[in-house]
């Protein structure tokens, strides 16, 4: 057992030697910096807020009172993603949204299940001009 395996901010407050940074929870502070656990606060990231779509270029950093530092390295790294990975606002080349419209166009049917880890899925085609 490794007790340092996963680093879950905002829990999670420093840097270390973990090996996967999980990002499930909500990260909201106030104006000051003050983490607001349970409560939306005036700055906050949480992957939900982009169910729909991939998250802006350039988010804002948490404000500076903000003592997480593990927060401020994932914003960090979202960041340096978005600034570096080709595409970002379109990576599938098919308009914003698109991975919900493929997903309930049924597009995305075949893509396997979370624990088919060593399955390959199924190629799926895509022809130029299909509607979404």
Known sequence: MRPK???????????????????????????NGVFTPGKVGKWRFDK?????????KNLDPPPA???????????????EASATLPNWEDPLGAGRGAGRRMLHAGWLEHVPAIGSIGRRPAPIAIQSGAEL
């Open 5 to 31: 395996l996963m680093a879950q901010p905002p829990w999670d407050k420093g840097l270390g030697e973990f090996f996967i940074l999980h990002f499930t929870y909500g990260n909201d502070y106030d104006e």
């Open 48 to 56: 939900r807020s982009y169910m729909a779509g991939i998250p802006p």
């Open 65 to 79: 009172g903000c003592d997480n530092e593990l927060v401020k390295r994932l914003i960090e790294m979202m960041n």
